[in-house]
C-alpha cells in the first residue's frame, strides 16, 4: 500500500519540481523558454486562492465527506481507504503547479512566497509515510 502511495506521490510532484529546475534555468541564465511579462491582478489572487484552496480546503473537505460517508461502518475496507488517500494526494499536489506557475510568471512577492509556503506544506504534510499511514488507519478504523 505504502508503495502504491508513493508512487502517485512522485508521479504528481516530479513534473512540478521539473517545472522549477527549467523556470530557475530561465531566469539565471536568459534562456527564453518562457517570456515573463504582464500578469494580471485577476489571475495573480485567483492562482492564489487556487493554491490555498488546493493544499488546505479540498484536502479538509475531501477528509470530512470521507468521514461523514463511514460514519456508520464499524470498520473500512483497505481498498477504500487507499481510494481515499489517493484522491488526498491528487488533490493536495496540485498545489506545487499553482506554485510554478506563481514563480514563472514572477507573481509580487506576497503572492508567490503564499503560493510557495501552501506547496511546502501539502508536500510535507501529505507525504505517504508509514508513521501517517498507521495513524491514519487507527484513526478511521482500517482492516
Do not use: W
Not at 521539473?18 to 485567483?46: D, H, M, P, S, Y
Request: aromatic letters at 20%.
Amino acid at each position: 500500500m505504502q508503495s502504491r502511495l508513493k508512487k502517485t506521490y512522485f508521479g504528481f510532484l516530479t513534473p512540478a519540481l521539473v517545472g522549477f529546475i527549467c523556470g530557475f534555468l530561465n531566469k539565471e541564465f536568459k534562456l527564453a523558454l518562457f517570456r515573463q511579462g504582464e500578469t494580471a491582478e485577476i489571475f495573480v489572487v485567483a492562482t492564489f486562492i487556487g493554491s490555498l484552496v488546493f493544499a488546505i480546503a479540498a484536502p479538509i473537505f475531501i477528509r470530512t465527506m470521507f468521514a461523514h460517508r463511514q460514519r456508520h461502518q464499524t470498520h473500512i475496507p483497505e481498498d477504500r481507504f487507499i481510494r481515499f488517500e489517493l484522491s488526498l494526494i491528487r488533490v493536495a499536489l496540485l498545489t506545487p503547479y499553482f506554485s510554478l506557475v506563481a514563480y514563472l510568471y514572477d507573481f509580487p512577492e506576497f503572492y508567490m512566497a503564499g503560493s510557495f509556503l501552501a506547496a511546502l506544506y501539502a508536500i510535507y504534510y501529505f507525504y505517504p509515510s508509514q508513521r501517517r499511514i498507521i495513524f491514519e488507519k487507527r484513526i478511521f478504523r482500517v482492516r
